[in-house]
T-cell receptor, first 113, second 111 residues
Framework: ETGVTQSPTHLIKTRGQQVTLRCSSQ?????VSWYQQALGQGPQFIFQ???????GRGNFPPRFSGLQFPNYSSELNVNALELDDSALYLC????????????FGDGTRLSIL | EDKVVQSPLSLVVHEGDTVTLNCSYE??????LLWYKQEKKAPTFLFML????IEKKSGRLSSILDKKELSSILNITATQTGDSAIYLC???????????FGTGTSLTVIP
């Protein structure tokens, strides 16, 4: 069984730039969620995708956007990067429906200079 | 505002000790509570507790959900250095299909 994979592992950008992070879900999982984890904090929910549609969103501005593809993989796009966007971005996949545990990838460490 | 609070924030124990980690929550339309272990990168799933499954056990780890008190505990007996990690508690509500995470408890087990 293939787990959740994310790319790239690390990324350095400057303020104002745009970034795309990628995630492949675990086999058999068709729901993907994205989280931002700042240093010393718990993961903060950005949004969830199911059947290629956004299926819930946390308290993040519109410059955080996403996509899900027919093979259930997903992208997180962040425009107009700010210093506070520096964080570990985690992708988690799960089977659809309530009471399904989310399984996480190793994340992408994004640093904004 | 939905929130999850974990305590203590950090804990240092000796190998062989028993520890209890706490999680309390205020989440609209509670569905489930999950515990994760995060060492370097990916949080690793430990347990899911729901209204129909309020107690789980796996080896030296066990967890109980108290729906009346809106809280959960994670117990680790006979701790080992490999248990050193951040333990995260997450609660699923049905508003926006999202999971709310606490800030975690950092556990350090010294030989």
């Amino acid at each position: 069984e293939t787990g959740v994979t994310q790319s790239p592992t690390h990324l350095i950008k400057t303020r104002g730039q745009q970034v795309t992070l990628r995630c492949s879900s675990q086999s058999g999982h068709n729901t993907v969620s994205w989280y931002q984890q700042a240093l010393g904090q718990g993961p903060q929910f950005i949004f969830q995708y199911y059947r290629e549609e956004e299926n819930g969103r946390g308290n993040f501005p519109p410059r955080f956007s996403g996509l899900q593809f027919p093979n259930y993989s997903s992208e997180l796009n962040v425009n107009a990067l700010e210093l506070d966007d520096s964080a570990l971005y985690l992708c988690a996949s799960s089977k659809p429906g309530p009471n399904q545990p989310q399984h996480f990838g190793d994340g992408t460490r994004l640093s904004i200079l | 505002e939905d929130k999850v609070v974990q305590s203590p924030l950090s804990l240092v124990v000796h190998e062989g000790d028993t520890v209890t980690l706490n999680c309390s929550y205020e989440v609209t339309n509670f569905r489930s509570l999950l515990w994760y272990k995060q060492e370097k990168k990916a949080p690793t799933f430990l347990f899911m507790l729901t209204s129909s499954g309020i107690e789980k056990k796996s080896g030296r780890l066990s967890s109980i959900l108290d729906k009346k008190e809106l809280s959960s505990i994670l117990n680790i007996t006979a701790t080992q250095t490999g248990d050193s990690a951040i333990y995260l508690c997450a609660v699923e509500g049905n508003t926006g299909n999202q999971f709310y995470f606490g800030t975690g408890t950092s556990l350090t087990v010294i030989p």
